[in-house]
């Protein structure tokens, strides 16, 4: 298994050396022929804007958007929840390019500026289940954003709670866009969907790997779905086409 880690800027370097712990390659993605030679992919935290601006620099967004419709699972980290929404608020005049894929609405730096950034310890039943360990799990929230709502087919896997009094959606220099988004009690910090996993906080940042490993199940469960797949219907076809009353076609099947 090879997993890619987008490395256009951000936490790039922490995530493969998080992987490497767990005895899994992680490599350097900048360009998009880079994502034919990998397994899954985790897009990192970092500045999102940046990022956005660089990935459609090297005219990676439809490379991306691409790979996320293969299938193949896709994680993203603080800024990388931002690319993986459908929906995005609280962005920077004139916004940013998403990838999409996330059926949620994100809020781009709900805690606030870069001096509010904090650590918190987060429920995590879900995790806890499949990984073992604390069902608490250290989150690193560096400028984070949040998700504000998510669609039905979203499973939410932690949150936190936030007083309504000390709710934080806007700084200096980002404005909320939606009068709708009002103050929760508790916002929503990681979800997944399918192939995709996004959390709001940097597990990166930690000793502890098990989201880490908890996508490299998730990678590990979905190429085995596929493969059976494949076998599933290479047998179909081959059974159809072995019928007395079939006829054989002029071309093989498989070019």
């Known amino acids: 298994m090879t997993v890619g880690v987008l490395a256009l800027q951000g ?16 490599v350097e993605i900048r360009k998009a022929d880079q994502l034919l030679t990998v397994s899954s992919l985790i897009i990192p935290g970092g500045e999102s804007t940046t990022m956005a601006k660089l990935a459609e620099y090297h005219n990676l967004f439809p ?26 608020v609280g962005q920077k005049e004139g916004g940013q ?21 904090f650590e918190a310890d987060i429920s995590v039943p879900q995790l806890t289940s499949k990984e073992g360990g604390s069902e608490t799990y250290r989150g690193v929230f560096i400028r984070a954003p949040a998700v504000l709502d998510v669609g039905p087919d979203v499973e939410v896997l ?18 909320i866009q939606e009068e709708d988004a009002l103050p929760e009690t508790k916002v929503i910090v990681a979800v997944k969907q399918g192939n995709l996993l996004a959390t709001a906080f940097h597990p ?5 790997t098990r989201w880490h490993s ?32 079939q006829a054989k076609p002029d071309l093989p099947i498989f070019q």
């Open 63 to 88: 490379a991306l958007r691409d790979f996320v419709k293969t299938g193949k699972p896709v994680w993203g980290t603080c800024a990388g929840l931002i690319f993986l929404a459908d929906r995005a």
């Open 204 to 208: 990166e940042l930690t000793a502890d």
């Open 11 to 26: 936490s790039f370097n922490e995530h493969i050396a998080a992987l490497r712990r767990l005895g899994v390659q992680g």
């Open 158 to 175: 932690a949150d936190y709670p936030v007083p309504s009094n000390k709710v934080l959606y806007s700084s200096s220099t980002v404005q």
């Open 214 to 245: 908890y996508f490299i199940k998730m990678t590990n469960e979905i190429e085995h779905g596929a493969s059976s797949s494949s076998i599933s219907t290479i047998v179909s076809v081959g059974e159809i086409s072995a019928g007395p009353e």
């Open 97 to 117: 390019e998403l990838v999409g894929g996330l059926d949620c609405t994100v809020h781009r730096n709900f805690f606030g500026s870069q001096i509010q950034s």
